[in-house]
């Protein structure tokens, strides 16, 4: 999962029970649904491609794609 807002990668998975994503680069907090959401409209708007490009960093990722 990918920061709406500085655009970073996570290091660690988030747990399928954790309902809040935090950033540790930019110090964001919110809804992970609503995080990813936004960083699939900030993909679809300035990368057509990004799509194809996202590569979740663990098994979970996947899921809450
Ligand atoms: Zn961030």
Known sequence: MDCSKCGARTK???????????CDVCGLVSSRD?????VMVVRAGFNPAGVDG???G????????
């Open 12 to 22: 660690h998975c988030l747990e399928l029970s954790q309902r809040t994503y935090f």
């Open 34 to 38: 609503k995080n990813s959401a936004a």
């Open 54 to 56: 996202i590569r979740p």
């Open 58 to 65: 663990c098994p979970l990722g996947t899921q809450a794609a």
